[in-house]
């Protein structure tokens, strides 16, 4: 006796969160089934295994209707086929958004191609994330990414709007679309050390300043409607940031700059002497950093550079985080101190961003 | 010109891409009613056209409303070739016919597709203007009522109950016309769906007319199926119960009528003859009566139906047991005898009822207090018949889109023809009068009517319960005037209706019969079988169960009239095997009475399936079951004589743990005080089993298991082994899980308001084709079975629950292949109420009656302030085993803001367990919010504004499905209309579909989904007494083919929560009842 159909339908919708979990993480259904059994559910309810590989079945078979609905949130809300309560559904749409860690990191700042789909291979060996699970997160990525891209307005509200994702959710999500439209660099050995966590609070302070979005109104240049409000850094405030070289390429503004610094900080950092002796050359770091973010290779290499030309040296030095964030807070506000330097707003858009990202990029 | 129907297309959504390069549809609708058809503009290149059109009108004869559906065409405009269709709907229009139902349909409908599903949906306005019809001579019946449910509906009051009415209406299959051969399956498939929806509403308009000319104005029970006879044609036949309602505008005013039901009975056995038992000697059977005629073409039937030949073939079958008691005996029948002078005396109203009803049958399985009076036993017959050709020469080569497709019924136009499926019927139903005559009833209550079909072969079945019922509704007129000549005072309560109908001294068949274990007064039978729901007023000790009989015999694959005649020979053994089975495992639960029992005769190829559900209680009035004994034939050999006596211990265990897990402990009685023989435990009377190669035994069948307390089992063979062996392998639903197959569950009356309806689809390969009946069981029995654990399993997270209404089908699609559909609903409940209310019978009666039936849900505002269940649910604390793994359901349910780390938390106890990888434990989404008011105020700091994400505002209302005729928790206001819609799903690409389990899947979502959405166009957020009255599956997986067929029914209704009725009652007697459903998790 063999089945040949087995369903079960019903008027609402059944959602098992186990299940649906595992089906998110990509196991086939006999993998599931083991699992479940693994879990000691039979010995709960006191099923057996071909009840536990039917209902596991039905499930997938549930998920797997859904899923094309899961691909258009909103659709979820109106279609008509499944009737799940709003809870439900937002438990449904924000697991199905929901990556993992060690995924995301494989793949941030990555081109959203074609090519990155082929590695994802590689990505499911390393991550031990099964390669469906991969498919899944990345296709998501990239759904998210070409809806967003174009768009007008707040990149948090147009996820949010778009896929009905929490608030948390949606800010990674912008995080990550942000990340692959600027190409930033996050797979260097170097950089193995920094979570999602710290580049999307980087990505979050950089898109709340140092985007056309930013700005405050849109520009009414109508060329610049090309430029997206949020995905894409303010080109014109990159090129304004040259201005700043003259802090480290003038002499005696950088002296100046080394002893107002020294002498608010005397006294108050444990490495005082490291500081003054490395002062210039990390004023030079980041005021090079942002000399050189004319340059598209250079914007890629951001945080390369950060950890190069701050966060090491510091770290070398065994810098406390408290004395990173003193020195920091000091360094940008004796700018305003110095005469001789017109580009004050300028440097507090680029000075304000870059200390919340140092000071977060500062761990072991 | 007596109606006008106007129609607005607002708007589609969701519509698929039907231009592949602008992954775009140019999309327009064609809006059909009758011949006229009207067309919206074409909405150029978009998925979510707004046509927002002008009112198309349509003036039609309401005869025209009635039959014809709407007919809304999708299509994507091509300039070049022909328009494509995107899909259909099909607007009923019935219920806009009757002034209390709806006013307006409005709303978004599933544009369906019998190839593709469902594809977008379709925003639609409908309304009507009826003129007043002053012609007598009117073929429509716009004005009566019908409904599914098979009780008064919660909202009216019967002032009269007329009686059963039937109609039946037959064409051709379109599926089977030459036509098809040319056309594409998806015409073919519409051309069917939209003959039946128009053969339907003609159905209906007729008996509406029947109705009205009873001078009635509601069906109640109506039942309508359809028997796809193949070649021979397409029947659509429905039953129902006719009835005069009265609207209860104000609750309240009926408070008193319903105080004390039991001072009202009246025991008024009027019959048509003064002597109740006419046949003593032939088809008399006691509480299940068969008949099988086998009428192999026109020229035989006459004489094989009526011909005493056939019913001798009938098993007599028996629930009674031999000993008759004479105490009381001579009184009683002085009793009748007066009755029936005193009857005759006043002109014989009563008869009145019986006589100008052919049948008096009621479709009804609840009543309004005081209408049962008595209940005989299951009354039920069958046929086999040999479908022929549907003569009807009208039809051919009609079927386009000409207006000339009236239909017409098999009765007038082949008048000159004796052999009709009228004929067919009428022949059974007289079948079943007599057997209730017998029964000393008058009446047959819970009757319900049933058709198998194989190739040509058919089985028409139709079953009951005899019952003698009070005048008190069944005629026009005072309901309490002078009528009534005697009373029988002081009634007692909840044990009249099981007092025995029949007379003791002429006693139709072997009976062991008691005093009523509860007046002490009347005698009651030793087990009671019926079709109805257990009556509120019934005192029941414990709970009840779910009870199976599961049957398959192999049967020699045959051609027409030697097939027929081989079902024939077979189905006096199968009723009898079911039988026993019933009766042996209302044993073993240690119960003593059966409802709702619903015996299914399948037939196939080359097998028969027998079916039988019940609910089994145990009734207080009747005497407690005996055991069941073991005997062994040859009582040599000493192992085999340990081995019985081990068997024997086992059963009596089991009985034990049943009686404890049902919680059946009946007061001691001692034996005085009955006053009646209470027979010898030991007495030892063998038992006939019914060997199926010896046919001559097949006269002295005697099913009547009487004669003795201790049920005796016989084992004499390995066949007998194994029916002893299957009788315990039945297991026990798990702790918290209750089953039933009647409306309510006896014993459980503090329903939570928490209900999940499902159906649940499988069909099995049998793996070999020499198979034995043995097997095959085995087979059956596993299948039915693990279905039910499935069930279980799935419905964990509601415990403590309980499955109701469970409706088992079993069909035999081809071959090996066995299909069984089960739709029900669970309801979850209150475990520590329950616990209290066991405790006080005459509490609990009152309680029960509180919340369960109809008459008292007349007045609402009392019911509410002592059955609101508390919610004081216990979740997930009380239940730890359940806690870890399956706890999110109901928590998240309940929550309207779900907090996940909460989840997390639970959730992750055992996934931690199987996941090795922590670094999936992830971060972010785990510590939000769902909802977005609690989000977005919180940690938005330096953010810009966010727009809330529109998660909370679905605009999809919850539409509760449940085939219960009330909805836990919550007060009926107002009944829309029946639905009743039939759907065809084709599919050529099955494997990229997901197989045949993922079309099903998808097919019963979407017909799920068109109910609720004609549902909640209509303004309603439920339907009740929802049936699934037909699936039938088709596959073909070598060609990548699947055709299924759902014909689906029931009440739409609007129901108020309780609690929001309380609140509004306090405010302002509010007339707009808004349902509050966007808050509502459950179905």
């Known amino acids: 006796m063999t089945s040949e159909l087995d369903i079960f339908v019903g008027n609402t919708t059944l959602i098992d969160e186990d299940v649906y979990r595992l089906w998110l993480d990509g196991y086939s259904v006999n993998d599931a089934v083991a699992l479940r059994v693994r879990s000691g559910i039979l010995e709960q309810t006191g099923a057996t295994a071909g009840v536990l590989q039917s209902d596991t079945m039905d499930h997938y078979r549930t998920f797997h209707m859904l899923e094309r609905l899961l691909h258009a949130p909103p659709k979820l809300l109106h279609q008509l086929i499944f009737q799940i309560p709003p809870s439900r559904q937002a438990l449904l749409i924000e697991r199905y958004y929901t990556f993992d860690e060690a995924f995301v990191r494989e793949v941030l700042g990555k081109k959203l191609s074609k090519g990155t789909k082929k590695d994802l291979d ?17 296709d998501n990525f990239k759904r998210v990414f070409k809806v967003v891209e174009e768009m007008r307005g707040s990149l948090v509200d147009n996820i949010q709007q778009h896929f009905l994702l929490s608030d948390r959710l949606a800010r990674d999500y912008a995080a990550i679309v942000f990340f692959a439209n600027n190409r930033f660099e996050t797979g260097k050995k170097k950089l193995q050390y920094l979570s999602f966590g710290d580049f999307a609070f980087c990505a979050e302070l950089m898109i709340q300043n140092w985007t056309l979005g930013a700005v405050g109104e849109a520009p009414t240049d109508p060329d610049s409607q090309m430029d997206d409000m949020d995905v894409d850094l303010d080109k014109e405030f990159l090129q304004d940031l040259k201005e700043l070289k ?26 005082f ?29 951001l945080f390369v550079d950060l950890v190069e030309k701050f966060v090491e040296p510091c770290r070398s030095d065994h810098w406390p985080l408290s004395d990173v964030r003193l020195f920091l807070n000091q360094y940008s506000v004796s700018v305003h101190s110095l005469d001789g330097f017109r580009h004050q707003t300028l440097w507090d858009r680029y000075m304000g961003t870059l200390r919340g990202c140092l000071l977060r990029l500062y761990h072991d | 010109m007596p109606g006008k129907l106007k129609v607005k297309i607002v708007a589609g959504r969701h519509l698929p891409v039907m231009d592949r390069a602008s992954d775009l549809t140019d999309a327009f609708v064609e809006v059909k009613f009758g011949n006229t058809t009207f067309k919206t503009d074409v909405y150029l290149k978009s998925l979510n056209p707004q046509w927002n059109s002008e009112w198309f009108k349509f003036e039609v004869d309401d005869e025209d409303l009635q039959d014809e559906p709407l007919q809304i065409t999708v299509l994507d405009h091509d300039t070049y070739s022909a328009n494509d269709a995107i899909g259909k709907v099909y607007i009923d229009i019935d219920p806009l016919l009757y002034s209390e139902a709806a006013t307006v349909i409005s709303g978004w409908f599933p544009i369906y597709d019998t190839i593709h599903g469902i594809r977008g949906e379709i925003n639609v306005v409908v309304k009507v203007d009826l003129f007043n019809d002053l012609n007598r001579f009117r073929q429509s019946s716009c004005g009566v009522k019908f409904f599914c449910t098979t009780s008064i509906p919660k909202c009216y009051r019967a002032v009269v109950i007329h009686g059963f009415v039937e109609e039946l209406v037959v064409n051709e299959d379109p599926e089977y016309q030459w036509i098809d051969r040319i056309r594409t399956p998806r015409a073919s498939n519409e051309a069917r769906q939209r003959l039946i929806s128009l053969m339907s509403g003609e159905l209906q308009r007729k008996i509406g007319l029947k109705v009205l000319e009873m001078r009635g104005n509601a069906v109640v029970g109506y039942l309508q199926c359809f028997d796809l006879e193949g070649e021979s044609g397409l029947v659509v036949r429905a039953i129902g119960t006719a009835c005069t309602l009265d609207k209860l505008s104000s609750p309240a005013t009926f408070l008193p009528a319903c105080n004390s039901p039991s001072k009202e009975m009246k025991e008024s056995p009027f019959n048509e003859d003064p002597n109740p038992n006419p046949h003593s000697s032939g088809p008399s059977t006691p509480l299940k009566n068969q008949t099988y005629s086998f009428s192999p073409s026109k020229s035989y039937s006459r004489q094989s139906s009526s011909s005493d030949t056939d019913l001798s073939l009938t098993p007599k079958t028996g629930m009674g047991s031999g000993s008759a008691g004479k105490e009381g005996g001579p009184f009683k029948a002085l009793l009748r005898q007066q009755t029936q002078s005193a009857l005759e005396q006043r002109g014989g109203s009563p008869h009145r009822f019986c006589r100008r009803r052919e049948f008096p049958f009621l479709t009804l399985t609840a009543f309004p207090p005081g209408l049962l009076v008595h209940v005989g036993g299951v009354v039920s017959a069958r046929s086999v018949k040999l479908l022929d050709r549907i003569h009807n020469p009208a039809f051919v080569g009609i079927m386009g889109n000409t207006r000339s497709y009236k239909l017409l019924d098999w009765n007038s136009f082949n008048s000159d023809e004796p052999e009709t499926r009228d004929a067919w019927w009428a022949e059974i139903r007289q079948e079943i009068k007599s057997h209730a005559k017998a029964l000393g009833c008058h009446a047959v209550v819970g009757y319900s009517e049933s058709t198998s079909i194989c190739e040509e072969v058919c089985i028409l079945s139709a079953s009951g319960t005899a019952a003698v019922l009070s005048p008190r509704f069944l005629q026009e007129g005072t309901v309490d005037g002078s009528l009534e000549q005697r009373v029988e005072e002081n009634l007692p309560v909840g044990c009249g209706f099981c007092h025995i109908p029949y007379d003791e001294l002429n006693m139709p068949f072997p009976a062991h019969l008691t005093h009523c274990y509860n007046c002490r007064k009347q005698k009651v039978p030793d087990v009671l079988f019926t079709t109805i729901d257990l009556p509120t007023d019934a005192v029941v000790i414990g709970k009840g169960c779910l009870i199976q009989a599961r049957l398959c015999r192999l049967k020699k694959k045959a051609q027409a009239e030697a097939n027929a005649t081989a079902i024939s020979n077979l189905l006096p053994f199968m009723e009898y095997e079911v039988h026993t089975q019933l009766m042996n495992k209302l044993k073993l ?3 003593n009475a059966l409802f709702g029992l619903r015996i299914q005769i399948t037939v196939g190829e080359n097998m028969l399936m027998g079916l039988a559900s019940a609910t089994g209680v145990y009734l207080a009035a009747l005497p407690m079951p005996g055991g069941i004994q073991i005997a062994g034939k040859t009582p040599s050999d000493g192992s085999y004589e340990q081995h019985i006596s081990h068997m024997q211990k086992k059963i009596n265990d089991t009985i034990a743990k049943n009686k404890e897990l049902y919680e059946i402990n009946p007061p001691e009685v001692s034996e005085e005080i009955i006053g009646s023989p209470i027979p010898e435990p030991r007495q030892r009377s063998r038992l006939l089993r019914s060997q199926s190669e010896s046919s001559d035994e097949v006269t002295e069948l005697d099913l009547s298991h009487g004669k003795k307390d201790a049920f005796v089992l016989e084992i004499d063979d390995t066949d007998a082994m194994e029916d002893v062996h299957s009788l315990l392998t039945d297991v026990p639903p798990p702790s918290g899980f209750y089953s039933c197959n009647t409306e309510i569950m006896p014993g459980i ?21 020499n198979l034995t009946n043995q097997a095959l069981n085995k087979n059956f029995n596993g299948l039915c079975e693990n279905l039910l654990k499935s069930l279980y399993f799935k419905l964990r997270s509601m415990t403590p629950c309980c499955l109701c209404h469970v409706n088992f089908t079993v069909s035999l699609p081809e071959d090996e292949l066995i299909q069984v559909t089960v739709t029900a609903v669970a309801i979850t409940f209150d475990k520590n109420q329950a616990l209290q209310t066991t405790k006080a019978h005459a509490e609990k009666s009152l309680q029960r009656a509180s919340t369960d039936n109809e008459e008292l849900l007349q007045f609402p505002l009392e019911l509410c302030s002592d059955s609101v269940p508390s919610h004081a649910f216990p979740a997930a604390k009380e239940h730890p085993e359940s806690a870890s793994s399956n706890s999110g359901t109901p928590a998240a349910q309940r929550a309207t803001s779900v907090d996940y780390s909460s989840f997390a938390d639970r959730c992750s106890s055992w996934i931690e367990l199987i996941k090795l990888k922590a670094q999936t434990i992830r971060r972010g ?40 005729s009330f909805i836990p928790g919550a007060k009926i206001t107002k009944y829309l209309g029946i639905i009743n819609m039939f759907f065809i799903r084709e599919t050529t690409s099955l494997r990229e579909e997901g197989g045949v389990s993922g079309f099903l899947h998808t097919f019963i979502a979407e017909v799920f989904a068109m109910v609720r959405a004609h549902v909640a166009a209509l303004g309603g957020n439920a339907v009740v007494s929802y049936i699934m009255k037909q699936c039938v599956f088709m596959e073909n997986p070598s060609k990548n083919q699947a055709q299924c067929l759902i014909n689906v029914s029931g009440d739409a209704v609007v129901f108020v929560r309780e609690s929001d009725l309380e609140v509004m009652s306090t405010q302002q007697p509010a007339v707009n009842c808004q349902p509050t459903c966007t808050g509502e998790v459950t179905t």
């Open chain 1, 122 to 138: 590689d990505i499911s060996t390393k991550t031990g994330i099964t390669l469906k699970s991969c498919r899944r997160q990345f």
């Open chain 1, 273 to 301: 002497s490291e500081m003054e002796t490395n002062f210039k050359n990390l004023s030079r770091g980041l005021v090079n950093v942002a000399a050189k973010l004319t340059h598209n290779k250079d914007v890629r290499d």
């Open chain 2, 925 to 964: 989404s785990i510590k939000t919010t769902v909802t977005v008011e609690k989000a977005s105020p919180m940690g938005d700091g330096n953010f810009r504004n966010r727009s809330a994400p529109p998660c909370a505002g679905s605009t999809v209302g919850v539409v509760k499905m449940t085939p219960l």
């Open chain 2, 749 to 769: 009356n503090n329903w939570t308001s928490e209900i999940q309806m499902f159906t649940s689809v499988r069909v099995v390969r049998l793996s070999s084709l």
């Open chain 1, 246 to 271: 003259v802090l480290v390429a003038d002499k005696d503004l950088l002296d100046l700059h080394k002893s107002l610094v020294c002498t608010a900080l005397r006294g108050k950092l444990s490495v």
């Open chain 2, 589 to 591: 639960k240690g119960m």
